[in-house]
């Protein structure tokens, strides 16, 4: 189906289902319950999941499959997103061209620094993607903050030219849209005490993201990621056949630098401003994180690694002490002080707290990554035997 | 340009680049010769940094006395706080034990490092020898994390202090000595303590590891892990002590340190990326490149602050570090010093 | 374009929904699509409760800063629900607070974590919005943080109240209308300094600028530079030292050969405790240039950096925006009120913070609603006084509080941990007032979502 093999278009569409349902299957808890704080459905995280998805799953196509481990990719996710801005600063307030554009200049950016980077190979090439990329962090704070906005970010102002606009009127900056339709205009639906935020940004990502996930399995299962995966198990024998693997790694990591552009031009079409910070090493550090936490080299991985750091990062950080204390006021006051006291340290100012034991334990318990180690605990238990060794 | 601010930044230089050869150096045992990508390394030079700060709160644990002739800013009755050792050694030797707790508290972080070493290396590091290096990545970023969390919620997010003693502040004025200006060319004593520091720590891990038994094994190890196995030998203790002392030579790198730069619970990760760059621009596998590397870019990163150099090429101080690092990558492709086939796939 | 549309539908209450919700789950869970406009504006409050988000640092390295902020909230929202002793609401001179929350709604609040990073600020902010239905933002400890946060908020159509934040900027070339400052900035820095500093260390010196590498360093560096020398000062150099920097060795090293003898360090946080350090490590603090004593001058500062440096801090001047040791009315009350709940003194972060949520508050009571636009109308031109600056006025073009300005000094013999800076001189707000203009910028149409 689609070119795809029937276990691929299965997974396929099971994203599809996902990302598609994401508005109802992220909100389980109803409104106003203790615990709707959990409740990822709305329209500014469903938005993060999927464009951080969409990063990773290029970054994937860089790492999974040649082993190359890029600690620069920020940079790329960073240029896409100035380009983005500017598009809609200069152009139009319509998402489309800053979305192309964002990918096109990521693409050009990510040639230029994997033709040098790929010269070396292992930890020599992970230090030059690193220097490059804390380069253009550092510049686009400082010197370069005529074009970047420096360290406050570069945003849309009233006075832009936004040469194939009318004239915006009401002394409101207009709010990118997609032929008129604003990225944060939503539809909200109430079935009893659930309410659902469908966003129209979000389903433009989420459209994207499907079509980056499509174009991620056939680069999986082609000729071309073929030879990627011969350049990750054994660089020196592909050399020993006469074929150069470096035309191969360099369309890799452009490709992922392409897909983090677009992700970079989708964030800035959400909300149109790009910080010098979303280049810096933390942020790279972010992605690779994500991928290893899912997965490496598996189609899915990637993707619910995202979803787990940006969960953690958005859901956790928001609990305080005293959403604690409804939570556990049903117990007897000294319980409730004690419960409180115990979950305290993990949530509100410490859920850097839960992220950085929820990485240990994930790499412990769960060799591969989450898609790996749940694969692998699933056949232990059920087809024990047969797969031993 | 003046001959003088050329000597100053070589000045200058050395001290950066003893900080970041001390700091790589720690790195480069566990990463470049153990072969385990550590990311907690920062978070060891913070926990070293933070045994001069518990030194400085543990000399300073007050007992409490109230004085009805002061008030406090509430307008209660003011308490008054006198540390313990000034009531039991005197005052005078109490004042001076904390006056010197950045060099005392060397003697804490030697034993409290090895200790966090070893139960790092047997708890969690052991574990991971043969596990992809992305799966070191993941675990060692996630115990920092964990790490620097504990600090924050026992030390909070601000800096916190810790001065060099009285005698050693104020600086040293080499330009005299040098035929120069007074005020020209000069140098504060504690940097010129901290250099010296870190050459006799340098000095003592190459010896170590050179001149005993115990480094030569572990050398062996490094290079053939199985064959000095098979050997009778019992190298997995051995990594486990040499873990230990990494993790001490971070540490100390973290306590000399305190005097320049109050820590915090983050400074850790801001010296992380620095320090994996010197390691593999020295090149991997190799001490003396670590060191190497650290003064060179220390080096560099002086001259790229002059401020005739940043108006000749406006943000030079911010990339100097990376850019060097792409040069030399570039030109040798195993770093300066670096041994083939160390983490090249 | 299409202006009817609103950028983030806030157009609905989470509660106005939910009491839809039941509405319909009575009727048979038919599931209800609601209109995307129907009310007047975003996340109107229609239950018996008003949310309130409030946006700080709770990692990196202001994460003391916005712990203190949050406290400084939390007394304020204690206050505003007619808990506590009232604090600074006996003293304020306008008298609509009446400890039943606003207009007799019960304050809530939610907090999120803004990691002094803009990126993660906006995310924290828009799930305030669009989640929790909040309906005013504040909060933050640095100036990116602050004009990205603003600038979302402009658009989502709901009130930011800004906490920390010092740069020109933020009302200046970055104003927004939806936005509001009470702290001061950069220009008002220079202005205050200046004259003190002439007064204490003659108008005939040379000046040597340190400066943090990013919009808050170039602003402040600008404000010095133009002051002092309108002063007389000779300005010798400018070195711009990257954010990043721990070690500041390399630039302070060449200041005494340099022939200057001030230096100005331009840094806040992590950077200011830092070069402080290297500069009196350095000697400059003893040191003699031009025949005159060298002297360091600290632009702006806090009490928790002050903290940071320790020593190193004595007998240095600078700005600041509040001190807890003023001894007017309302800073004694609300000295008083934070004190006794946590136990030290507040710190001009949580000042500023309790101020900006009171005056929100009271905004909406003279108002009678909580529309962005009534607020901001109240909000513009007010007049106030009894909240620990005097009388203070938000200036309707620039939507920037205008009022008295501290020059502080680091105090030579500290009798707390609190206890660390001085105030030399209360530099009064017409000293301190400038031009609207003169920074640029749109202020721009209200939005109310």
């Known amino acids: 189906m689609l070119g795809l093999n029937g276990k691929d278009f299965l997974a396929w569409l099971f994203v599809l289902f996902l990302v598609a349902a994401a508005p109802i299957l992220l909100n389980p808890f109803p409104e106003g319950s203790a615990f709707a704080q959990f409740n990822a459905g709305y329209p500014d995280l469903m938005q993060r999941f999927v464009i951080f998805g969409i990063f990773a799953i290029g970054f994937n196509i860089l790492f999974g499959l040649t082993g190359y481990l890029s600690f620069g990719h920020a940079a790329f996710l960073g240029a896409g997103s100035y380009a983005g801005v500017w598009m809609l600063k200069l152009l139009t307030i319509n998402v489309i061209p800053a979305i192309i554009m964002s990918t096109l200049v990521a693409g050009l950016f990510s040639l230029a620094i994997g033709y040098i980077s790929l010269r070396r190979s292992g930890i020599y090439f992970s230090i030059l993607t690193l220097a490059f990329a804390q380069m253009s962090f550092a510049l686009a704070a400082s010197v370069l903050t005529p074009i970047t906005g420096g360290e406050t970010g570069l945003q849309t102002q009233l006075g832009d030219p936004r040469i194939l606009d009318a004239a915006a009127t009401g002394g409101n900056i207009p709010a990118p849209s997609l032929f008129g339709l604003e990225m944060g205009h939503s539809w909200k639906v109430s079935v009893g005490d659930w309410l659902w935020t469908f966003n129209a940004g979000y389903y433009l990502c989420a459209f994207i993201m499907l079509i980056a996930f499509y174009?991620?399995?056939?680069?999986?299962?082609?000729?071309?990621?073929?030879?990627?995966?011969?350049?990750?198990?054994?660089?020196?024998?592909?050399?020993?056949?006469?074929?150069n693997p470096r035309p191969y790694t360099l369309a890799a990591f452009v490709i992922s630098g392409m897909y983090a552009g677009l992700a970079g031009g989708l964030m800035v079409s959400m909300d149109p401003l790009a910080g010098a910070e979303r280049m810096q090493?933390?942020?790279?550090?972010?992605?690779?994180?994500?991928?290893?936490?899912?997965?490496?080299?598996?189609?899915?991985?990637?993707?619910?690694?995202?979803?787990?750091?940006k969960y953690s990062e958005n859901i956790f950080s928001k609990i305080n002490d005293n959403l604690l204390h409804t939570w556990f006021s049903f117990m007897p006051d000294g319980v409730e002080n004690f419960m409180v006291t115990i979950v305290h340290p993990f949530v509100g100012k410490g859920w850097h707290l839960t992220l950085g034991l929820m990485f240990m334990l994930v790499v412990i318990f769960l060799p591969g990554g989450l898609v790996g180690g749940l694969s692998g605990l699933y056949k232990r238990l059920f087809r024990r035997g047969s797969h031993a060794q | 340009m003046e001959l003088s601010a050329i000597l100053l930044q070589v000045l200058n230089g050395l001290d950066k680049g003893s900080a970041y050869a001390l700091i790589a150096l720690g790195l480069t045992l566990i990463f470049g010769t153990l072969g385990v990508v550590n990311f907690a390394h920062g978070a060891l030079f913070m926990i070293g940094a933070f045994c001069a700060v518990s030194l400085q709160k543990i000399l300073t644990i007050s007992f409490t006395t109230i004085d009805e002739s002061k008030t406090d800013f509430l307008g209660n009755p003011a308490q008054i706080h006198t540390p313990y050792v000034e009531k039991w050694f005197g005052e005078a030797v109490g004042a001076t034990m904390i006056d010197w707790a950045v060099p005392l508290a060397i003697l804490l972080a030697i034993p409290v490092m090895l200790l966090v070493g070893f139960a790092m290396e047997r708890g969690l590091i052991k574990h991971f020898y043969k596990r992809p290096h992305a799966d070191q990545i993941l675990v060692t970023f996630g115990l920092a994390i964990v790490l620097q969390e504990i600090i924050k919620a026992y030390f909070g997010a601000n800096q916190i202090p810790a001065p060099a003693p009285d005698a050693l502040i104020g600086s040293f004025d080499f330009g005299v000595l040098l035929g120069f200006d007074p005020g020209t060319i000069i140098y504060p004593y504690w940097r010129i303590v901290y250099f010296l520091f870190a050459m006799v720590v340098v000095g003592a891990v190459f010896a170590f590891l050179k001149f005993t038994t115990f480094g030569m094994v572990v050398r062996a190890g490094m290079a053939d892990r199985e064959t000095v196995g098979l050997l009778g030998i019992n190298i997995d203790k051995r990594f486990t002590i040499m873990f230990g002392i990494a993790a001490a030579v971070a540490g100390l790198a973290g306590v000399m340190y305190t005097p320049i730069n109050s820590p915090n619970y983050h400074m850790g990760m801001d010296f992380l990326v620095i320090s994996f760059v010197v390691v593999v621009v020295g090149g991997m596998g190799s001490l003396a490149g670590a060191v190497l590397a650290g003064f060179i870019l220390g080096i560099l990163e002086s001259f790229a602050s002059m401020r005739e150099v940043i108006q000749l090429i406006p943000g030079i101080n911010q990339v100097v570090i990376y850019l060097a690092a792409i040069v030399i990558l570039l030109a040798r492709p195993r770093g300066l010093l670096g041994r083939k086939g160390v983490m090249e796939s | 374009m299409s202006s009817d549309k609103k950028p983030l539908n806030l157009s609905l209450t989470r509660r106005a929904v939910l009491k839809a919700g039941v509405a319909t789950a009575a009727v048979g869970a038919a599931p209800m699509i609601i209109p995307s406009k129907a009310w007047g504006y975003a996340n109107e409050p229609s239950g018996s409760t008003v949310t309130l988000g409030f946006n700080v640092p709770q990692s990196g390295a202001y994460a003391d800063e916005g712990a203190d902020e949050l406290r400084a909230y939390e007394l304020a929202v204690e206050h505003l629900n007619g808990e506590g002793d009232g604090g600074m609401m006996s003293t304020f001179s306008s008298k609509e607070l009446k400890g039943n929350g606003i207009l007799g709604r019960k304050v809530e609040y939610v907090t999120g974590d803004t990691q002094t990073k803009p990126d993660a600020a906006r995310a924290s902010?828009?799930?305030?919005?669009?989640?929790?239905?909040a309906i005013m933002i504040t909060g933050g400890s640095s100036s990116g943080v602050a004009v990205a946060v603003q600038a979302l908020c402009q658009e989502a159509g709901v009130i930011f109240m800004a906490g920390l934040t010092h740069s020109n900027d933020t009302t200046g070339k970055d104003k927004k209308a939806n936005g509001f400052r009470h702290f001061f900035n950069s220009y008002m820095s220079g202005a205050a300094l200046a004259p003190i500093l002439a007064a204490n260390y003659g108008k005939d010196r040379r000046a040597y600028h340190l400066t943090a590498d990013y919009n808050w360093g170039y602003t402040t560096e600008e404000a010095v530079r133009t002051s002092t020398e309108a002063m007389g000062w000779d300005t010798v150099a400018a070195v711009k030292t990257p954010l990043s920097q721990t070690d500041f060795s390399s630039y302070v090293a060449p200041v005494q050969a340099?022939?200057?003898?001030?230096?100005?360090?331009?840094?806040?946080?992590?950077?200011?405790?830092?070069?402080?350090?290297?500069?009196?490590?350095?000697?400059?603090?003893?040191?003699?240039?031009?025949?005159?004593?060298?002297?360091?001058?600290?632009?702006?500062?806090s009490r928790l950096m002050a903290k940071g440096a320790g020593e190193n801090v004595k007998g240095i001047f600078g700005s600041t925006n509040w001190h807890w040791s003023l001894t007017d009315e309302g800073s004694k009350a609300f000295v008083k009120s934070f004190g006794t709940k946590y136990g030290f003194p507040p710190s001009q972060a949580a000042h500023t913070c309790y101020v900006q949520t009171l005056l929100y508050a009271d905004a909406c009571e003279r108002a009678g609603t909580h529309d962005p636009c009534g607020v901001a109308a109240a909000l513009e031109g007010f007049e106030f006084d009894g909240l620990g600056n005097g009388p203070t006025l938000y200036r309707a073009e620039d939507h920037q509080c205008f009022k008295d300005v501290l020059v502080v000094k680091g105090k030579e013999n500290p009798s707390s941990d609190f206890d660390l800076l001085e105030i030399v001189e209360i530099t009064p707000r017409d000293k301190v007032s400038y031009d609207a203009s003169i920074f640029g910028g749109e202020l721009g149409a209200c939005n109310s979502g």
């Open chain 3, 258 to 301: 340099s022939g200057a003898d001030i230096l100005v360090l331009n840094h806040y946080g992590a950077n200011m405790v830092n070069s402080l350090t290297s500069a009196v490590e350095f000697g400059l603090r003893n040191a003699q240039s031009n025949g005159k004593n060298f002297e360091i001058v600290v632009p702006l500062y």
């Open chain 1, 215 to 243: 174009i991620a399995i056939r680069i999986f299962r082609s000729p071309f990621g073929m030879m990627l995966k011969a350049v990750k198990s054994n660089n020196q024998r592909l050399g020993y056949t006469g074929i």
């Open chain 3, 125 to 133: 902010a828009r799930s305030m919005i669009e989640k929790d239905g």
């Open chain 1, 281 to 309: 090493w933390t942020a790279s550090g972010e992605v690779v994180l994500m991928t290893i936490l899912g997965g490496i080299g598996t189609l899915i991985g990637p993707v619910l690694g995202a979803g787990l750091i």
